[in-house]
């Protein structure tokens, strides 16, 4: 049974780990605008691309994701699967409501993927299968995270995990949550596509 002091410090280490803004690092070090001025202002890798620039754009992906893998195995090395679980769930809402920048962060697809890799490897490749394939059909970043998102939980109930599917279906809503300006977009037919730039 994982103590309160534990599952408080697990958190914390999953919020300090998903609060770290790699888009808007990177992208002041590379010289280009301030993410929040263009495209969705979301400090995210669909944004970044929309600067142009891929390969700031892979390495903002790949940093929101490790940084969400990272935060779930220090945790669960230290302190077992349930505390990973308190990490996952931290390190989303770092993302998502970093205080470094007045709580206004990303959309949390890239961190979502990687707090799954850390807890359930299958279950981040069935997510990315799903992100793929959407985004080769339709060209909606959006679209692919919501019905990815959707899928996960599902998936992990039925594979016999349902702590993880609830985790899941609670970061899901926090998911759509903020992505509800590009459902409305997506319904009223002005969503971007992946690759216009702003």
């Avoid at 996952?88 to 205080?99: I, N, T």
């Avoid at 979502?112 to 359930?120: Q, T």
């Avoid at 970061?171 to 977009?185: G, V, Y």
């Amino acid at each position: 049974m994982l103590s309160s002091a534990i599952a408080v410090i697990a958190f914390a280490i999953g919020y300090l780990f998903g609060s770290i803004p790699f888009g808007m690092i990177l992208t002041r070090i590379a010289g280009t605008q301030d993410l929040r001025s263009i495209g969705s202002g979301n400090i995210g890798a669909t944004n970044v691309l929309r600067t142009g620039r891929k390969g700031l754009a892979a390495a903002t992906l790949v940093g929101d994701m490790l940084k969400g893998t990272a935060a779930v195995l220090v945790a669960g090395l230290l302190w077992g699967s349930a505390a990973a679980i308190a990490a996952a769930l931290g390190a989303f809402l770092g993302h998502l409501f970093p205080v470094w920048l007045k709580f206004r962060g990303g959309k949390g697809v890239a961190t979502y993927i990687g707090v799954l890799l850390g807890l359930f490897w299958p279950a981040a490749l069935a997510f990315c299968a799903i992100w793929l394939l959407v985004a080769f059909t339709t060209r909606y970043s959006s679209l692919s995270a919501l019905i990815a998102s959707f899928a996960t939980p599902l998936l992990l109930w039925w594979l016999g995990h349902p702590q993880l599917a609830l985790l899941l279906a609670v970061l899901t809503l926090l998911l759509w949550f903020k992505h509800r300006e590009n459902i409305r977009r997506l319904a009223s037919g002005s969503e971007g596509r992946i690759g216009a730039k702003a």
